[in-house]
């Protein structure tokens, strides 16, 4: 690849995304929100959309756009566009939040919020659509990690477009019959695309390339993970395609996505064995604590494939989805997320500031960036806190759903606390900090070789 | 019996200088069918790979006091890279330095590659052995004005990198 080796405003994605991390955990601790209030009341939608739109959305972008060069070995197409993006993605989600919070009658503001909102946030994400997706089309033939990411980005463009139709028929800009009915049944389309299509598939196509690179271990062999993506796929595709025409034809929604959830179990299997099979295969005997932490992610995917059809037997259908969900989304790819973020965060910032001198003169390594005895206690408690907050809410347990929630809280901002050292080099003995000819990191901004 | 130029190379290290430009000179002067008769203070073994790739075969043995001779003798098979095809087979100098990576964790191969960069010379070139395709060193040698070629063996399992020194600022 001639490109720049690091995505200019990777960072200031990353810092969006956790305080929006950070948001919806503390609302969550204070009792906003699902469980104290209902699934779809206007405070569920605030915690929902700060965690699915602000962190993992966002964490997801500044990810792929750090990557995708990478791993398609080409540079980025339109870089230009990265920082318009995320200016159109954050001040649309503050304005869809207070649009939740006038509904929840929190904010008492007379404007169309929500329709705005919904404009900037689908303009911000089809501008990421488009920069990463002519980045991976160019790169064809696709392998399968960027197969997945392709089928993630079309289920961005799903969930985003739904996501504007709702929008602008809540904030009475749109009043056709389709679109009303739409928005009336197709919330959860909206989420399938959102988590099942956008998210987690990106989560898996990536973790098919970098787990290989950070395990040493060979990539993937044999038809487990092309049978991997063909049922994600398949449960994408039923979930929209087959969600939509359940929508107009009349038929039930939910039991459509139901359908989908099974085949998005069976990918799950598959996966989940590749997974095991990177750890197993590793050259590299000793795990980093970002490898520590990510089993325990895939863990919770684990467990939030099999815990429905528990919870769901002690007749409390409701609760088995969201506990489920609650699982999936701050168990595994908020931990993974926040994992994966303590290893390229040091990474990126080691090659940025060091990179101009590296042969040159003694530089720390990567792991000199990061306290790792310090830092995984904090991810212990991340998910501990996760692992009670699922089964309180699981139980119908408001009181044992805060308490967990603010400890997850208080560990994500432990974790947001290593994140910033490493990226200032705080960790680094001051002899070696700054060698002449490296670069000083700024904490949202990177910088290619040679300083421009 | 093969006819062998000698070369000294222990008071060139003995005085502190670097004995691996006038090897080469001197391998580059051999005819076909002339072998090198090399006597240094200690066994050259990145020699072996660096005289390997240019089609030598070695014997070494000891003489006493710490001190080695290795007859380089030209092989009567087309050298070893010529399995990476055309990315070996332009007219670049043979390597000169040759890092085998393969098994290090990231990053540690473009700090060895980048690192063994800096005590060559402009126009010398080194071949790495690596696990993957370098896509973070890429943008580094470009940066320090270096060329490369690279590209999997045929096996599909080791990445073989080119690296031809060029002027650094």
């Known amino acids: 690849m001639n490109g720049e080796p690091l995505s200019r405003w990777t960072m200031a994605y990353f810092a969006a995304a956790l305080l929006s991390l950070l948001a919806a955990e503390a609302l969550m601790a204070v009792g906003y929100g699902y469980p104290v209030e209902g699934l779809r009341a206007p405070a569920t939608l605030v915690v929902v959309h700060l965690s699915a739109v602000g962190w993992l959305s966002l964490l997801?972008?500044?990810?792929?756009?750090?990557?995708?060069?990478?791993?398609?070995?080409?540079?980025?197409?339109?870089?230009?566009?990265?920082?318009?993006?995320?200016?159109?993605?954050?001040?649309?989600?503050?304005?869809?939040?207070?649009?939740?919070?006038?509904?929840?009658?929190?904010?008492?503001?007379?404007a169309p919020l929500l329709p705005i909102g919904g404009l900037l946030l689908l303009t911000g994400f089809a501008t990421v659509a488009a920069s990463l997706g002519l980045t991976l089309v160019r790169s064809r033939p696709l392998a399968i990690p960027s197969a997945f990411v392709v089928a993630g980005l079309a289920?961005?463009?799903?969930?985003?477009?739904?996501?504007?139709?709702f929008t602008q028929v809540l904030g009475g800009t749109l009043s056709v019959p389709v679109l009303t009915d739409i928005a009336a049944r197709g919330v959860p389309i909206h989420a399938a695309a959102g988590l099942g299509g956008w998210l987690a598939m990106c989560a898996i196509g990536v973790s098919y390339r970098l787990f290989p690179m950070f395990l040493l271990a060979p990539d993937a062999q044999g038809s487990?993970?092309?049978?991997?993506?063909?049922?994600?796929?398949?449960?994408?595709?039923?979930?929209?395609?087959?969600?939509?025409?359940?929508?107009?034809?009349?038929?039930?929604?939910p039991a459509v996505i139901l359908a989908a959830a099974i085949s998005a179990a069976g990918a799950t299997v598959f996966y989940g064995r590749d997974v095991v099979n990177f750890y197993r295969a590793r050259r590299r005997r000793d795990l980093e604590l970002n490898m520590k932490v990510a089993a325990l992610a895939f863990l919770s995917l684990a467990l939030a494939v099999v815990m429905p059809g528990v919870i769901a037997a002690?007749?409390?259908?409701?609760?088995?989805?969201?506990?489920?969900?609650?699982?999936?989304?701050?168990?595994?790819?908020?931990?993974?997320?926040?994992?994966?973020?303590?290893?390229?965060?040091?990474?990126?910032?080691?090659l940025e500031c060091y990179g101009p001198v590296l042969g040159r003169a003694p530089t720390p390594r990567v792991q000199d960036l990061v306290r790792e005895a310090r830092a995984g206690p904090w991810f212990l408690l991340y998910f501990a806190s996760v692992w009670a907050g699922t089964v309180a809410m699981a139980l119908g347990s408001v009181t044992g759903f805060r308490v967990a929630a603010a400890g997850t809280f208080a560990a994500t901002a432990a974790i947001v606390v290593h994140l910033v050292r490493a990226r200032m080099l705080c960790n680094v003995d001051c002899s070696l900090r700054f060698p002449v000819g490296s670069l000083r990191p700024s904490l949202l901004h990177s910088l290619a070789p040679g300083g421009r | 019996m093969k006819k062998y130029v000698e070369l000294d190379v222990r008071p060139i290290l003995a005085a502190g200088g670097e004995p691996f430009g006038r090897i080469m000179e001197t391998v580059a002067s051999l005819d076909p069918d002339e072998g090198l008769r090399l006597l240094a203070p200690f066994r050259p073994v990145p020699l072996f790979a660096a005289l390997g790739s240019k089609g030598f075969t070695h014997e070494d043995r000891e003489i006493g006091g710490g001190d080695w001779e290795v007859l380089f003798t030209p092989?009567?098979?087309?050298?070893?890279?010529?399995?990476?095809?055309?990315?070996?087979?332009?007219?670049?100098?043979?390597?000169?330095?040759?890092?085998?990576?393969?098994?290090?964790?990231?990053?540690?191969?473009?700090?060895?590659?980048?690192?063994?960069?800096?005590?060559?010379?402009?126009?010398e070139v080194m071949e790495v052995l690596l696990d993957r395709e370098p896509a973070f060193l890429f943008p580094q040698l470009a940066e320090r004005k270096h060329e490369w070629r690279g590209g999997f063996d045929p096996d599909g399992v080791t990445y073989r990198l080119l690296v031809r020194i060029g002027t650094a600022p």
């Open chain 1, 224 to 253: 487990g993970t092309r049978l991997a993506f063909l049922f994600a796929a398949g449960a994408a595709v039923t979930a929209i395609a087959g969600g939509l025409a359940a929508l107009f034809a009349g038929w039930p929604v």
């Open chain 1, 60 to 110: 997801m972008c500044g990810a792929l756009f750090q990557f995708i060069p990478v791993l398609v070995n080409r540079p980025l197409a339109s870089p230009g566009l990265m920082l318009p993006a995320l200016l159109c993605i954050i001040p649309g989600l503050v304005l869809l939040v207070s649009g939740f919070l006038v509904l929840d009658s929190l904010l008492d503001i007379d």
């Open chain 1, 314 to 350: 002690l007749g409390r259908s409701e609760a088995a989805i969201a506990a489920s969900v609650y699982m999936a989304i701050f168990g595994w790819l908020s931990g993974l997320g926040l994992a994966k973020l303590y290893k390229i965060v040091p990474f990126m910032t080691w």
């Open chain 2, 75 to 123: 092989a009567p098979v087309p050298a070893a890279t010529a399995a990476a095809g055309d990315v070996s087979a332009a007219c670049w100098p043979g390597p000169l330095m040759r890092l085998d990576n393969r098994g290090l964790t990231p990053p540690e191969p473009m700090v060895k590659v980048l690192g063994a960069a800096e005590a060559m010379q402009q126009g």
């Open chain 1, 155 to 165: 289920g961005l463009l799903v969930a985003a477009a739904l996501g504007f139709v």
